[in-house]
């Protein structure tokens, strides 16, 4: 697994006693054909509802799983560790493909972080999802739409699965033998993620200006 990290910096940050946060237990369990999770009421329904069809489009033609939450603030926890325990409690992706993703964000923390299991993490995919993050996920956080950054960042994710090499085997014997939709069971990822920091909260829809690096492998 490889890891991407990109920081962006506010000029001022005062706070006093830092917000406990969430544990990873805490956060609420997937409903049955949801695939969304956002504890803060930052997202609208619609953006809920389409981070949902997405996840069902990939469970309904065997290509993986895809899931996106979104909570307060990570407490102590550093959000990409939090991120990554998530992804791994809950076992997503399929036993035997490892096809899973997670866009995971945490408003006060101003952090996103992208998730990838083993199956869909080549070299390919990981430039992709480094691309997700600097041209979509990142922009919109700065125009102050956490709903496009969502958005942007669930549909690239399901294209990335899509057409990831795991689901675009190279004959047809590979695509037979590829899914096998009697396994279940969790998958496991070790540490593989994308993420943008800042200081400071979140401001609604609308009202946020802030420079962002983004890109890169590393710590910038």
Partial sequence: MRTWMCWVFLACWALGVP??????????????????????????PQTLAEVDQLGNALVRDGQGQLAVVVVDTTGRQ??????????????????????GALLFIAIEDRAAEIILGDGVDGPNE???????MANDVVPAFKRGSPNDAVLGGARGLHQLIVTSELNQPRDAQEAA?????????????????????????IEPEG???VPALAGGVGLV
């Fill in 207 to 209: 009202d946020l200006n």
């Fill in 19 to 44: 917000a406990l946060g969430v544990t990873v237990k805490e956060v609420p369990r997937l409903a049955a054909n949801a695939w969304s999770v956002d504890t803060t009421r930052t997202l609208s």
């Fill in 126 to 132: 990981q430039a992709r999802s480094d691309a997700i």
């Fill in 78 to 99: 550093p959000p990409r560790a939090f991120a990554l325990e998530l992804f791994n409690r809950w076992g997503l992706g399929t036993a035997g493909r490892d096809d």
């Fill in 177 to 201: 033998s590829a899914w096998d939709p009697s396994l279940e069971g969790a998958a496991w990822s070790e540490d593989s993620a994308v993420t943008l920091v800042s200081e400071g909260p």
